[in-house]
C-alpha cells in the first residue's frame, strides 16, 4: 500500500498488514557475574538452605544474604541459614502468564506472594510462589513452608524451591 | 561556574577482562566506599547521587532501580544519566550550582564481560532504517571515519599505531590497567584488519571497573580536603548525528565541547596552558582526530606530534598517561571516569611512576563510540 493511499484512520488489520515497516529482532543475552553475597545465596539453596546475612551495627537479619548493609553501608558481619517457613505478607492471584496472553479457564492460576522468612529480620521477606492452595483461600498473615526440588535437581536458583505451601 | 566545584574524592577498581568474583554492586560498592573514605563523609552526608549507565549494556531496564544500595543511597535523591561519567559529573556541577546541593557522589561502572551479545548491542545503536539493514559490524563506521580522517588531515595508519603502541606502554605504569603491552608499529600494522584502515589492535578492548567520585562546593570543598582538585571548565555537545553527512575529518562535538570548556577555563593557548590531556583514545585515530577537533594539535599534525614524542610522558603534552582506552580498556559509559580518576591523581601528585613532574591542570575528554557525535569534556586543576 502506497503512503499516500494510507486513510487517516480505520485502517484495516490488512491494510496494516501490507503498510510498509521495518522490524528488527534484537539478540540480547547477558551472564552477570554473582559475585559474593548472591553466589553465597544461591549455592545455599542448591543445598536447600536459605541464607540470610547478618548485619551488627543495625543488628538486621537481611535477605537474600549480600556483602554489604546497604542502610549502615559496611560490609556484613556474617551469613547464617534462616528457615524455610514464613508468613504471607501480600499476594496477587494472576490470571494471565508472563507474555501477558490469558491462563485457559482449567488452567491453575499463579500465585506470586512476598514471603516474610522466620529467623530474617520483620519486613525481610523473599518473592516467590504459593502451591498446592486454593486462590481464594489464600489469606494475608497465611504461615507457609518451603517445597524443595529434590537434592539432585537443584541448580543454585531461587527456582530450587519449587513454591511455598500451607502448612 | 557561579560557585567553583570541586573533586574532594575518588574511588577506583582496578580494571580487567573479567570479573567473575564480584557483581556490579559490590563492584560500585568497593568504589564507594574507597571514594567516601578519602572525602571524609558517610553516604549520609552527600545530597545527591548520579549514575552514568545503559540499560542495553546492563541488561536491565530502567536500570536506576539498581544503583542506590551500592551507593549508600537507599532512601536518597537519586538518578542515572545515559550519557559518560564526564556529562554526568557536568550535571553534578550544576546542581552544585544551583546552591541546593554541597556534596553528589558519581558514579559510573562497566561489566562488560557480562555482556555476551556485545556486537548486537552496538549494532542497536546504527538507525534501523538507513544502516541496520546492511548488516555490518558496528565498527565499521570507525573504519570509513578513519579512511576519511587519514585522506583528508594527512595522517598515516603509522601515526596511528604509533597512538597504540605509546598507549599501551603507558599502560605498563598503571597498576590498574587491563591492557598494558609492550608492542611496535610492525605489530600493530600486522595485526588482523576488521574494517581496513581499521585493524584489530586499533579498537581499544573492554574492560570491567567501578569508579566513583565526590563533588562538592568549593566552601565544603575547603572544608573537607587539603588538596581539591578544581572543575574549571565542563560541557558536552552532540554533533552532526546522522553518520551519513558528517565531516570525518574532525569531531565536531570535541571542538564545540573544547571551546566552551576552555573559556570557561580560561584556556587561551592549550598546547601551552595544559600540563596533560587524557584524550578518548577507544580506536586509535580517535585520539588524533580528537587532539585536532579540540585545538591542541593544528589539522594534519597530530600524527606528528605523537610520532616526535610530543604527546608521550616527558613530553610538551603528555596524552593518556593512564594508557587510555587502548591501555586501561573500554569501559563505555565510565570511561571519561577512567580519564578523571587518572587527572585527579596526576594534579594531586600522586600518580607514582607516571607522576608529570608539577602537573597544574589538565583536560579530560570522552566520547560516547559509535554511532555517535556525542562527547564531553572537562578542565580540572589544582589550583
Known amino acids: 500500500m502506497k503512503i499516500e493511499n494510507v486513510p487517516v484512520k480505520g485502517l484495516s488489520s490488512d491494510e496494516y498488514e501490507k503498510t510498509l515497516k521495518i522490524s528488527w529482532k534484537p539478540t540480547l543475552q547477558y551472564a552477570w557475574d554473582n559475585g559474593i553475597g548472591i553466589g553465597k545465596y544461591l549455592q545455599s539453596l542448591k543445598e536447600g538452605k536459605i541464607l540470610a546475612a547478618y548485619c551488627e551495627k543495625c543488628g538486621r537479619i537481611m535477605l537474600p544474604a549480600r556483602a554489604f548493609c546497604e542502610m549502615c553501608f559496611r560490609p556484613t558481619d556474617k551469613y547464617l541459614p534462616v528457615k524455610d517457613t514464613g508468613t504471607v505478607n501480600t499476594f496477587a492471584i494472576c490470571h494471565v502468564n508472563w507474555d501477558a496472553s490469558r491462563l485457559k479457564p482449567d488452567e491453575p492460576r499463579y500465585i506470586p506472594a512476598v514471603i516474610e522468612i522466620d529467623g530474617a529480620s520483620p519486613g525481610q521477606g523473599i518473592m516467590h510462589l504459593l502451591g498446592n492452595v486454593e486462590p481464594a483461600k489464600v489469606r494475608i498473615g497465611m504461615k507457609v513452608k518451603a517445597v524443595w526440588k529434590p537434592a539432585d535437581k537443584r541448580e543454585g536458583s531461587i527456582t530450587d524451591i519449587l513454591f511455598f505451601e500451607p502448612y | ?383
Not at chain 2, 573514605?37 to 539498581?66: C, N, R, V
Not at chain 2, 567520585?213 to 558536552?236: M, N, T
Open chain 2, 1 to 383: 561556574m557561579k560557585e567553583r566545584v570541586a573533586i574532594v574524592g575518588i574511588g577506583v577498581t582496578g580494571f580487567s577482562s573479567v570479573s567473575p568474583s564480584i557483581s556490579f554492586k559490590e563492584l560500585t560498592y568497593t568504589a564507594a566506599v574507597k571514594a567516601y573514605h578519602e572525602a571524609g563523609l558517610h553516604p549520609k552526608e552527600i545530597d545527591s547521587f548520579i549514575t552514568a549507565s545503559e540499560d542495553f549494556m546492563e541488561g536491565y531496564s530502567i536500570f536506576d532501580e539498581y544503583v542506590p544500595d551500592q551507593m549508600g543511597a537507599v532512601m536518597r535523591p537519586v538518578q542515572t544519566v545515559t550519557a559518560d561519567f564526564i556529562q554526568a559529573l557536568g550535571i553534578g556541577c550544576m546542581m552544585i550550582n544551583t546552591g541546593r546541593f554541597r556534596t553528589i557522589a558519581v558514579e559510573a561502572h562497566s561489566k562488560a564481560s557480562n555482556v555476551k551479545t556485545l556486537n548486537e548491542v552496538k549494532a542497536f545503536a546504527l538507525d534501523p532504517v538507513y544502516i541496520r539493514p546492511l548488516k555490518e559490524n558496528a565498527d565499521f563506521l570507525a573504519g570509513l571515519e578513519m579512511k576519511r580522517f587519514l585522506e583528508e588531515t594527512g595522517n598515516t595508519e603509522e601515526q596511528c599505531a604509533e597512538v597504540i603502541v605509546k598507549n599501551k606502554a603507558n599502560a605498563l605504569n598503571n597498576p590498574y590497567a587491563a591492557h598494558a603491552a609492550s608492542l611496535t608499529i610492525d605489530d600493530v600494522l600486522s595485526s588482523p584488519p576488521i574494517s581496513l584502515p581499521l585493524k584489530e589492535l586499533d579498537a581499544a578492548k573492554p574492560a570491567d571497573g567501578a569508579i566513583m567520585i565526590v563533588l562538592a562546593s568549593e566552601k565544603e570543598a575547603k572544608a573537607l580536603c587539603k588538596k581539591p582538585i578544581w572543575i574549571r571548565g565542563i560541557s558536552w555537545f552532540s554533533g552532526q548525528g546522522n553518520p551519513w553527512c558528517r565531516d570525518f575529518a574532525y569531531a565536531d562535538y570535541a571542538q564545540l565541547a573544547a571551546q566552551k570548556a576552555f573559556a570557561m577555563a580560561g584556556i587561551a593557548n592549550p598546547l601551552k596552558d595544559l600540563d596533560f590531556a587524557e584524550i578518548c583514545d577507544e580506536y586509535s585515530y580517535k585520539e588524533l582526530q580528537h587532539l585536532e577537533s579540540i585545538g591542541i594539535a593544528r589539522k594534519g599534525e597530530a600524527g606528528f606530534l605523537t610520532q616526535t614524542g610530543v604527546t608521550k610522558l616527558g613530553g610538551l603534552l603528555p596524552v593518556n598517561v593512564s594508557g587510555g582506552s587502548l591501555g586501561v580498556g573500554h569501559t563505555y559509559e565510565a570511561s571519561g571516569g577512567m580519564k578523571v580518576v587518572e587527572a585527579v591523581m596526576q594534579l594531586r601528585h600522586e600518580a607514582g611512576i607516571r607522576q608529570i613532574p608539577n602537573a597544574k591542570t589538565g583536560l579530560v575528554q570522552s566520547w560516547r563510540g559509535v554511532p555517535t557525535a556525542t562527547g564531553a569534556i572537562a578542565i580540572l586543576s589544582n589550583e
